[in-house]
């Protein structure tokens, strides 16, 4: 079966910094996507990245960026220039692409310090 | 608009009753979903379901149970042998096939079961 493991359950950065989340996962198959969503308190899940596991290069959304190393099985999401907006729970997430099923890490909560 | 929409919001129910929740979808999606999140768990998978009249057990199945006789519904009852029900509970859609690569959540559910 699939694990998502999120190892740091709480992390703070300086306001402009930049901080990355950890993200390692368990899988036997080659076919699947990696996700990270933003739960601010509002609980609304918002899509931040997403990589397919077929491609190589590290995805990339603004200020946003993930380091994919495959064979380590580990899709660290960075966040540059961080903004007070930025703190929120971050959820690393699995999807497999034999069925369909996405499991989620247990979350990491940001605190942007001003 | 085209979304998730999840119903009730909030609810309230006594020990030893039955509840469902409503999940609703007019985004022509072939995949749902239904998590459950409590403090430092992270979202828990309850059941999915990649096609209507077919769906699979999650990691957490114990205690509920599922339909999917429409492609737009795909309803969560919390029966009397869950244990500990009150929680927050998400819907999730999403396309499958090779535009898998995006997942649509609803608003969430809270159950409180006194």
């Known amino acids: 079966a699939q694990t998502v493991t999120q190892s740091q359950p709480e992390m703070s950065v300086q306001e402009a910094e930049t901080v990355t989340l950890s993200c390692t996962y368990d899988?036997?198959?080659?076919?699947?996507?990696l996700f990270w969503y933003k739960q601010p308190p509002s609980r609304q899940m918002i899509l931040v990245i997403r990589?397919?596991?077929?491609?190589?290069q590290n995805a990339t959304e603004n200020r946003f960026s993930v380091n994919f190393q495959k064979a380590a099985k580990s899709f660290s999401l960075k966040i540059s220039d961080s903004q007070l907006g930025d703190a929120a729970m971050y959820f690393c997430?699995?999807?497999?692409?034999?069925?369909?099923?996405?499991?989620f890490g247990k979350g990491t909560r940001l605190h942007i310090l001003p | 608009d085209g979304g998730i929409t999840q119903s009730p919001k909030y609810l309230f129910r006594k020990e030893g009753q039955n509840v469902t929740l409503s999940c609703e979808q007019n985004?022509?999606?072939?995949?749902m979903y239904w998590y459950r999140q409590d403090p430092g768990q992270g979202l828990r998978l309850i059941y999915y379901?990649?096609?209507?009249?077919?769906?699979q057990k999650g990691d957490i199945a114990e205690g509920y149970s599922v339909s999917r006789e429409k492609k737009e519904s795909f309803p969560l009852t919390v029966t009397s042998a869950q244990k500990n029900p009150t929680a927050f509970y998400l819907c999730?859609?999403?396309?499958?096939?090779?535009?898998?690569?995006?997942?649509?959540f609803g608003e969430g559910s809270w159950l409180t079961v006194v």
């Open positions: 999730a859609s999403s396309t499958t096939g090779h535009s898998r690569n995006t997942i649509y």
């Open positions: 899988t036997s198959e080659s076919d699947y996507y």
């Open positions: 990589q397919e596991a077929y491609k190589q």
């Open positions: 997430a699995y999807r497999s692409g034999r069925d369909d099923k996405i499991i």
């Open positions: 985004l022509n999606h072939d995949a």
């Open positions: 379901s990649q096609i209507v009249n077919d769906f």
